[in-house]
């Protein structure tokens, strides 16, 4: 999938306001518009513009897209970094239920879907209104998962300042992460959402968690992943070895005869919950580098006393 530069196509700056983006988008659908352009390529570039404005238009996708930064290159090989769209605070709508098919691939990965809002209508009584449910994904550690934290967490808010320029509002608010959260769940802060209309309740703030990349564990759901090296020796003869776990090392029995890439399982291991998860362990055997006389005459050794062929399964036979 390759970068776009959004500005390029619409050919404003990145600190353009508002007014010179609806400007610039009116002038390039006129010029490119399937109906009246004389140029080759018109309906494609018709459909771009009218991607990038999609975008640019509003200031919670404009917002979360200058997130990815600056120092890309149109038509660079690209792949949302993880966690690239956290810590923004969306309106009820975000960019939830966008429909990115009559779009690029880049569009459809990076706004195809979002936050799945609840239900935020606004309950109205006489001439009061509920104010508007508010979303944002947070990243947290996975270490709090385990043990239940209170965190500050940050949030910014896409705002146009008095010139139309894109500004960023923040606030921090003082979130209680519950034991045993999942990537996925969510955290609702009642009425830390859009004020209400005439003394109308203010609606909720809805926090999606994310864990950041850890460098130890990958998390799927309650359950984690972790890679763990291993000697030859104890794959071939068993071993039990220190494995580490988020809430200290715990002991794994190699069986004899482990193979790389096998997977072994420490039950319950995994984010706390009923049940709780798992921890998967896969094994990879790493070979002692021949780094010595002694450490290559052990390896003539074994190579005399083992006459091993790995590759016989394959027809090949030993030289």
Do not use: C
């Not at 709090?144 to 509002?169: E, M, Q, W, Y």
């Not at 309650?222 to 809430?247: F, H, K, N, Q, R």
């Not at 709780?276 to 290559?296: C, E, K, M, Q, W």
């Not at 005399?304 to 062929?309: G, I, L, T, W």
Request: hydrophobic share 30%; glycine share 10%; no cysteine.
């Amino acid at each position: 999938m390759n970068y776009k530069d959004y500005y390029q196509v619409m050919g404003v700056k990145r600190d353009a306001t508002q007014e010179e983006i609806k400007r610039a988008y009116r002038k390039l659908a006129r010029k490119y518009h399937p109906d009246v352009s004389k140029t080759a390529n018109a309906e494609e570039r018709f459909k771009e513009v009218g991607e990038a404005y999609a975008i640019l238009k509003d200031p919670e996708k404009r917002s979360a897209y200058d997130q990815l930064g600056e120092n890309w290159e149109a038509g660079q090989e690209f792949k949302p970094p993880p966690g690239w769209d956290a810590g923004f605070e969306y309106s009820g709508r975000g960019y939830a239920g966008t429909d990115g098919s009559e779009y690029s691939d880049f569009f459809s990965s990076l706004f195809g879907q979002g936050f799945r809002a609840t239900d935020s209508r606004h309950a109205r009584d006489d001439f009061q209104a509920r104010g508007e449910d508010h979303h944002a994904k947070v990243l947290i550690d996975l270490e709090d998962a385990f043990r239940g934290a209170t965190r500050g967490i940050t949030l910014r808010t896409p705002a146009l300042d008095s010139s139309g320029h894109l500004v960023n509002k923040e606030r921090t608010l003082k979130v209680k992460i519950p034991k045993g959260v999942k990537p996925g769940q969510r955290i609702r802060l009642s009425g830390q959402g859009a004020p209400g209309l005439s003394e109308g309740k203010a609606g909720d703030l809805y926090l999606e968690i994310e864990f950041k990349p850890h460098k130890v564990y990958k998390v799927d759901g309650a359950d984690l992943y972790l890679d763990l090296p291993i000697t030859p020796w104890e794959a071939a003869l068993g071993a039990s070895v220190e494995v580490p776990t988020p809430e200290g090392a715990v002991k794994l029995t190699i069986p004899a005869g482990t193979s790389s890439s096998r997977k072994l399982r420490l039950k319950g291991r995994g984010i706390p919950g009923t049940p709780p998860g798992n921890l998967f362990v896969t094994t990879h055997i790493t070979v002692p580098p021949a780094d010595s006389d002694a450490a290559r005459a052990l390896y003539k050794e074994m190579e005399q006393v083992m006459a091993y062929n790995p590759r016989s399964s394959i027809g090949v036979k030993q030289s």
